[in-house]
């Protein structure tokens, strides 16, 4: 069996898609890798960049599907690893993440899914909002379930799960445009605390083009409308999730007057 399955879904991101590639492909200490590219029918040479992989850990596929959630599901479903998750098509995994994640889960055999540090960067690869970064760290280490319905502080490219654990879960929620991970963490969370791991594993791309990038109300009207699933009579989370959204909304956009 593969010791882990990476979905990679794409869409017009050739600029990226080689480094995230090659932060893949050229991580050590894992000898059974799996890679699954689903691409949507991109346009701007992405197709080319696929045809030039040459390495049999690699599979790729292109053409039209109903957005990312489709995208993640129809790679998952091929995905064979004991342990899973997705990379975006211009995130980058840091050197050695995918080993540390192997060897904490093979550590801790009733961790169901893991939960690790990213950092922010910038379109040209340097790190970038720090602020943003150990805002979410002091989040993340102080994790309970409560904590999660009242901010999503999780970040998708530094979560990964046992595959039979995600069967069980259920496939991401093809409705939602931005918010199908914290759906994912909530319904995942219901069932088991994640292993939290004190480690940067990824990083996150930040730019023009991205949808987290462009931080606009409706992602977070859309969160809180996730969240309100699983509040039950909770009202407390649900007015302290309310409020959050605001302070990261108002937040983003003063980082934007200021040019940051």
Known sequence: MTDISIVIPSFNQASFLPATLDSVLGQTGVTALQVIIVDGGSTDGTLEILRSIDDPRVTWTSEPDNGQS??????????????????????????????????????????????????????????????ITRYKNR?????????????????????????SFGQT??????????????????????????????????????????????????QFDEQYAVAIRYFGGDSTSRAVHRFNVEKIVWSYRLLRLLGR
């Not at 129809?74 to 060897?103: E, F, H, P, Q, T």
């Not at 009733?110 to 340097?126: P, S």
């Not at 999780?154 to 979560?159: A, N, W």
């Open 70 to 131: 489709h995208a993640i599901n129809k790679g998952m479903c091929k995905a064979d690893g004991r342990i899973v998750s997705w990379l975006n098509s211009d995130d980058i995994y840091c050197d050695g993440a995918l080993r540390r994640v192997l060897d904490a889960f093979g550590a801790r055999k009733a961790a169901q899914w893991l939960a690790g540090r990213v950092v922010v960067i910038g379109q040209d690869g340097q790190e970038t909002r720090r602020a």
């Open 169 to 218: 879960v259920g496939p991401l929620d093809e409705s939602l445009m931005y918010t199908m991970d914290y759906d994912l963490w909530l319904r995942m969370g219901r069932q088991s605390d994640p292993l939290i791991l004190d480690e940067v594993l990824s990083q996150f791309r930040l730019h023009g083009q991205s949808k987290s990038g462009a931080v606009n109300r409706s």
């Open 139 to 163: 989040r993340l280490s102080r994790y309970s379930y409560r904590r999660l319905l009242r901010e999503n502080f999780i970040s998708q490219m530094g979560v990964f799960w046992r595959r």
